[in-house]
């Protein structure tokens, strides 16, 4: 089989990425020449980002905490401002207790690629960590990612869940789908596109599938235990009172140089 070399140098490849709209043209080019397996192959990866497909899915990975995680057709890409949510899991699975003797109980919801619970298990080190999302691409993916360090479930949020983790759960961790339905055909076509309807879309206020986390979280979650969803800013005062009607102590996070808005619940314990 003969395999045609590529054409593009790489300043041809620069100029045809600009040329397609990507603003970080230079930093595309290196990452694609240094992933395509051979000439002809790069000349297939350009095409397909200059075709419009996000660049992870062209290399078939994303950078998310410093961790190289797998992201599958379809699957939805982990964005940089969800580290911020990582980050505050982090903090509060470290306050546990370091007297505690088992490890904290993690909870992946709407897991996508797997890539927060990868992150936040590689950041602790010692988790119990279970994830679970809807969409079979995505639980293959997390599979991957998420390897041995867990174990991945398919099914409707906390129903693929085994029941013995009810009222164990230390960290639940849920970057559930928020974009109102509406404003879908407002996302750049990376996202509208290449990412699945199911990964996008929270319902008309987009707070379908938060509402449904919330309504449920207080019996999966421990005693003094965390729910930690990501949201927008115009949409946080909704995330707080369905926290709040849910039985939940909200508490609200937000980081301006990733733009990121997280609300935490806590499950109070008996004393309050
Ligand atoms: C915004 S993406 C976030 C993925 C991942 N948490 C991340 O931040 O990279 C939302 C994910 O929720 C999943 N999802 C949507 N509805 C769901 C449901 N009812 N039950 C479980 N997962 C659901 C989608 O398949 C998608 O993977």
């Known amino acids: 089989m003969s395999v045609t070399p590529s054409v593009l140098s790489e300043s041809a490849i620069v100029t045809r990425l600009r040329a397609a709209g990507c603003v970080f043209a230079e930093d595309e080019a290196q990452l694609l020449i240094s992933a395509a397996p051979d000439p002809a192959g790069l000349d297939a990866m350009v095409e397909r980002r200059v075709l419009g497909l996000p660049l992870e899915h062209v290399l078939g990975w994303a950078e998310f905490c410093g961790l190289r995680v797998a992201v599958d057709p379809q699957v939805f890409v982990p964005r940089i401002r969800t580290e911020f949510l990582v980050g505050q899991a982090a903090e509060l699975a ?3 207790g370091p007297g505690r003797r088992s490890p904290a109980v993690v909870v992946d919801l709407c897991c996508g690629s797997g890539a927060l619970g990868a992150a936040l298990a590689a950041a602790v080190g010692r988790v119990e960590l279970h994830a679970a999302d809807i969409d079979p691409a995505a639980v293959s993916c997390a599979r991957r990612n998420i390897g041995a360090a867990g174990a991945v479930y398919e099914g409707d949020l906390y129903e693929p869940l085994p029941a013995a983790l009810r009222g164990r759960v230390d960290i639940l961790l849920a970057n559930a789908p928020y974009v109102p339905t509406d404003a879908i055909g407002l996302l750049p076509p990376e996202a509208r596109i290449h990412e699945a309807r199911v990964a996008l879309d929270g319902g008309a206020d987009g707070l379908d599938i938060q509402r449904r986390v919330a309504a449920e979280a207080t019996r999966w979650l421990a ?3 965390h729910l930690l969803v990501e949201t927008s800013d115009r949409q946080a005062p909704l995330t ?17 140089d990733l733009d990121a ?3 935490i619940g806590t499950r109070p314990t008996a004393a309050g």
Do not use: N
């Open 94 to 96: 470290r306050a546990l």
């Open 240 to 256: 707080v009172d369905a926290f709040t009607r849910h039985g939940l102590i909200p508490r609200l996070v937000t980081c301006d």
């Open 261 to 263: 808005t997280v609300v």
């Open 223 to 225: 005693p003094g235990g």
